[in-house]
């Protein structure tokens, strides 16, 4: 459990404050969130330490409403390059230093900071502009002079005479609507510019509206293939504020279905690359196995996408009857099923080949990066917050955390099929132990969290999925953040892509594995 | 006189389509002028190899396209009705499905890929975002469904659709396609609509 | 065996008896070229919906099967639908080049197409170095897909044309020494020649080592040439949208398409010509009676199966393998295959010296 107790930094010590702490061994930023206080903006950052597991929460603010600015730490974290770069999108905070000041998920020439408290949404301020979006060579930076006077710079990303192609928002390789611009020196990439937003559907504004049983409905929408982590995650940061326990059997039903979840996402996953790889048949293999959880799912939760199962203090229905024999029939089924996937696609020699030694990157790159999940444990960064962090069940089974050291595709891509029969493992170790007990804890009609604020994380399919809650003591939150797991996968892409070729970079986005409307939130 | 033909898919049977009032007035009007024979065999001819021959736009932007995959993986096979072939260029394809939340930003993109298609080609709106906002309508970067920038012809309600009903729309589309005239009559002739005019 | 020259001679001399010969002769041009495109359309067809078929059973699915029984009219509705698409001009392309292109690829699929012996008397373009005409003409294909490439004006098509010329000339290489290999056993470059000489023995058995090595290194090539899986880089769904294609809509798409599936359909048959005896029936030397009964087999029956034969181990192969990069695609060519291809025809040489075969 993450201590909720905030150490405030002011602005002035902020950069040297951070440096210090990483110096101390606070190698992992895990989120750093923009804040509208009314009265201040800042940030508030959660930093871990990989090697002795202590956590620690700062923030910082600055009274300036008007030109408000921070000292960056993209220097010290890389995590921090797109989160800043969020927050200039959503609040307006400049970060001095910053090399790339361009807003993440909006339009440039949009109005207003959105999750500013006195952002006006009407529509006349902001209608739907059909025009094509400026798509910018250079971004601004901000460098503070010798003097303390701030001073803009241009920074060129694509010179002039450079073979600029387009990849996305419209590709089919970018696994949604994600674009990269990327320069290439014949089939080698040089440099490569991602640009986020197409599927940035303000969640996070929209839960500072609603109630917080409310907010449940959105949480299942960011990563569909993680929607029960992402709701298990929510449920359990607002049971822990409101202090709201749940039973032991919810605990259960709740471990076995992330773990269905998983494997259900894993074998996405596997299809998935498989088709940007172009092997189709085995793209169809894995959909047709993945639709008997779905089956499973649809039993239980009615839903075979979005799932709403998890509530606060409990689950949505009691697991169907038959749940019990189906999983146990599915486990039976997909075993001998993951060896025809190792003959068809694993120990393919060309499937070798794409995947081996390309796209590597480094355990130190990862951490940085924060680069949870799959990713990081390829590179052998022990990240699992079912480790780390044990939340449901996961301390009283037995499972072993696939660590590989490669931290190539082909590592990434053996993680999760090892990950699967972990799954299985632990879903076998659960199954038929399902204790007797409510499904569904009583709660209050209207629940409301003390004011604090709070954060949990879960291991969803592609990372650490974490959920920052602040409250004022009302029915909703004041504000609400999602840690995506997609973002430092999808900011770490260019630092891995480099100097690969185009059929690299599909290969590595699909073992980073990220799903769009994750990152865009 | 009566000249106006139902239309039919195979496997399924014309009473248990919804919505068959639209099409059936759709179809008188097109008919309102009468055809010669010839003409209008060689119409139905083409529009049956229109129909049966919608090859969609690999598109999508979130949940939704998971389940338009689905549709297409192994046990809903949207091959056998003949939208087989998923193009990823826009220009070879005939449908595109759009199937997800269309936000400010993507709202342009989205258009030109339209633009970008060749004619004929047909919309349909997937699930509660496209068709309405669904959601996430409340929100400050979500376009209130895509008929606010595209023509639609068929929506699919759902959140997201399940297969089947996916499979209902895209017929119903297919049905659409039928009662259209390639040659005789006029052709999807409505006013332009302000999004289409020239700015 | 049925000698199909015997129906070409009889149609001649009843031309002859009410028409000049010069007419004659450019009214036999016509319906020979009427009857090689529809050939080669139906062709295109029946392997389009033969591809559909393949595929769904390797991936469980039924494939198309509402249109017509068994889904049979899909590729039908499918080119109705692509004669009636509307055909974009697009701005800033290269309009004469960009138009020209389709046409320069189905052009050349067709000439290589009217190379293959599909029966005895049965060849419609014969002549002696009739190897060296299909290996040219099937190699102006190339020259449309980089022109696509280049006159679409579209970053995508060009990278895709680009990989397409550098994978289709590389192959070429590898056909040649494959093809050549056979040449040396049959002293012959003549297509009609080259399936009489397998009357005894096709050369696959014939020249055992060396003809099987051949064989193997002719299909790995051959797909690379037509650009299928997992040599598809130059369309490359996943990472080019459509490759050299990318802006074409229409039929002019759908001559691409075509010439695609046709142009495998060739790899097969020349196949089946070189290496499996063409239209010349199983015959073991010695059983006399076993050959007569394969004679009774007509020879087009025979040259179908094989060439379709070959064409399903290609698909097998599509719908097995995953795609290939660009460096190991020729890293493959001209590491492996050029080398491992020059010393099997200096094998086969020897073979051939020694009077080693069969």
Request: proline fraction near 4%.
């Amino acid at each position: 459990m993450i201590s909720n107790e905030i150490i405030a930094i002011p602005v002035a010590e902020y950069h040297d404050r951070m440096q210090q702490l990483r110096n101390e061994g606070y190698d992992f930023l895990e989120s750093l969130t923009g804040m509208d206080w009314g009265d201040s903006l800042g940030v508030v950052c959660h930093l871990e330490s990989t090697t002795t597991g202590a956590h620690i929460v700062v923030k910082t603010a600055t009274e300036d409403r008007e030109h408000p600015e921070l000292p960056t730490v993209s220097d010290i974290w890389k995590a921090a390059e797109l989160n800043e770069r969020e927050v200039y999108g959503f609040f307006g905070v400049r970060f001095v230093g910053h090399p790339d000041m361009r807003r993440l998920f909006l339009r440039e020439d949009w109005v207003g900071y959105p999750l500013r408290k006195d952002y006006d949404a009407s529509p006349e301020v902001n209608p739907v502009r059909m025009t094509n979006e400026e798509t910018l060579d250079s971004t601004p930076t901000y460098q503070l002079n010798a003097d303390g006077k701030l001073e803009e710079k241009v920074n060129v990303i694509f010179e002039d005479g450079e073979y600029v192609i387009n990849i996305g928002p419209q590709h089919p390789a970018t696994h949604g609507v994600l674009r990269f611009r990327v320069s290439l020196e014949g089939e080698i990439i040089k440099k490569l510019d991602v640009n986020c937003g197409y599927i940035h559907r303000g969640i996070e504004k929209m839960c500072e509206s609603l109630t917080y049983p409310q907010t449940l409905a959105l949480t299942d929408r960011l990563d569909y293939l993680a929607a029960m982590h992402n709701r298990h995650a929510l449920c359990m940061c607002i049971e822990q504020a409101a202090g709201i326990e749940v039973s032991d059997r919810v605990q259960y039903i709740r471990t076995i279905m992330d773990e269905l979840q998983r494997i259900d996402s894993h074998l996405l996953f596997f299809s998935c690359l498989c088709m940007d790889l172009g092997a189709l048949t085995a793209f169809f293999y894995g959909f047709r196995d993945r639709e008997k959880i779905l089956d499973i799912f649809e039993g239980t939760c009615g839903g075979r996408l979005i799932l709403n199962y998890n509530t606060i203090g409990g689950v949505q229905a009691d697991i169907a009857p038959d749940f019990v024999r189906k999983v146990k029939e599915f486990i039976a089924y997909l075993r001998p099923q993951l060896k025809e996937y190792h003959d068809v696609f694993t120990n393919n020699v060309i499937a070798r080949q794409r995947l081996t030694g390309v796209g590597v990157l480094s355990r130190e790159d990862a951490i940085s990066f924060g680069a949870t999940g799959a990713t990081g444990r390829a590179a052998g960064w022990a990240c699992d917050v079912r480790k780390r962090m044990p939340y449901g069940v996961y301390d009283r089974v037995d499972f072993r955390e696939v660590l590989f050291t490669e931290g190539d595709c082909f590592a990434r891509y053996m993680v999760r099929m090892e990950e699967i029969e972990e799954s299985m493992r632990i879903i076998e170790q659960l199954i038929d132990n399902i204790p007797e007990g409510p499904y569904q804890t009583k709660t209050k009609p209207v629940i409301r969290i003390p004011e604090g604020s709070y954060y949990a994380a879960v291991e969803a399919s592609r990372g650490e999925f974490g959920v920052f809650i602040e409250s004022r003591g009302d029915k909703s939150p004041y504000r609400m953040k999602f840690r995506s797991t997609g973002l430092p996968l999808v900011s770490a892409i260019g630092t891995i892509a480099r100097g690969a070729k185009i059929a690299d970079l599909i290969a590595i986005g699909g073992t980073l594995d990220y799903v769009v409307p994750d990152i865009d939130r | 006189m009566e000249m106006m033909k139902k239309p039919q898919i195979k496997s399924m049977k014309y009473e248990d389509f919804k919505d068959n009032e639209t099409l059936e007035k759709m179809a008188a009007e097109l008919r309102a002028g009468g055809t010669n024979v010839v003409v209008g065999c060689l119409d139905e001819m083409i529009e049956w190899g229109r129909s049966n021959s919608l090859w969609p736009l690999t598109f999508a932007t979130s949940c939704c396209g998971i389940e338009f995959m689905a549709v297409g993986a192994a046990r809903y096979d949207f091959a056998r009705f003949g939208f087989e072939v998923t193009r990823a260029s826009p220009r070879q394809a005939d449908i595109i499905m759009v199937a997800g939340t269309i936000t400010h930003k993507m709202a342009p993109v989205l258009r030109r890929l339209y633009d970008q298609m060749a004619d004929p080609k047909y919309v349909v709106a997937v699930g509660g975002c496209a068709v309405s906002g669904g959601p996430f309508r409340k929100s400050y970067h979500v376009v209130q469904g895509v008929d606010t920038i595209l023509p639609v012809d068929v929506y699919i309600p759902g959140c997201p659709p399940r297969p089947e009903a996916l499979l209902y729309g895209m017929m119903q589309l297919q049905r659409k396609v039928k009662v259209e005239r390639f040659l005789g009559g006029v052709n999807r002739k409505e006013p332009k609509p302000d999004y289409l005019k020239e700015k | 065996m049925f000698d199909f020259s015997i129906v070409t001679q009889w149609f001649h001399a009843l031309l002859l008896s009410f028409l000049p010969e010069g007419v004659a002769v450019f009214l036999e041009c016509v319906i020979i070229g009427l009857f090689l495109l529809l050939l080669y359309a139906l062709l295109a067809c029946a392997l389009i919906f033969m591809e559909r078929k393949v595929c769904a059973a390797y991936q469980c699915r039924l494939g198309p099967n509402r249109v017509g029984p068994w889904g049979i009219f899909q590729v039908f509705a499918d080119v109705l639908k692509m004669l009636t698409k509307e055909i974009i001009e697009i701005r800033h392309a290269d309009r004469l080049l960009y138009n020209l292109a389709p046409y320069i690829v189905v052009v050349a699929s067709v000439l290589a197409f009217s190379c293959l012996p599909i029966n005895k008397g049965m060849e419609i373009l014969d002549f002696h170095v009739g190897v060296f005409f299909m290996m040219a003409a099937s190699s102006i294909g190339v020259v449309g897909i980089l022109l696509a490439g280049w006159s679409s004006n579209n970053k995508y098509s060009l990278i895709g044309a680009m990989r397409s010329g550098a994978q289709m000339i590389s192959y070429e290489l590898s056909i040649g020494l494959s093809i050549m290999t056979v040449v040396m056993l049959t002293d012959t470059m003549q297509f009609s020649q080259i399936v009489e000489r397998q009357a005894d023995c096709w050369f696959i058995f014939k020249g055992h080592i060396p003809a099987l090595i051949a064989f193997v290194i002719y299909l790995i090539a051959g797909n690379a040439e037509t650009n299928r899986g997992p040599f598809d880089l130059p369309e490359a769904e996943s990472e080019l949208t459509a490759g050299y294609h990318t802006e074409y809509s229409g039929m002019h798409f759908g001559l691409f398409y075509v010439a695609e599936f046709v142009n495998m359909f060739i790899v097969a048959g020349m196949a089946a010509t070189i290496f499996l005896g063409g239209w010349m029936p199983f015959h073991i030397p010695g059983l006399d009676g076993f050959n007569a009964v394969m004679d009774y087999i007509p020879g087009f029956v025979w040259f179908f199966a094989k060439a379709f034969f070959v064409v399903f181990l290609l698909m097998w192969i599509k719908w097995t393998f995953p795609r290939l990069r660009v460096d190991q695609i020729l890293h493959l060519e001209w590491k492996y295959l050029v080398p491992i291809g020059l010393v099997n025809m200096l094998l086969m040489a020897v073979i051939v010296v020694f009077n080693w075969h069969f």
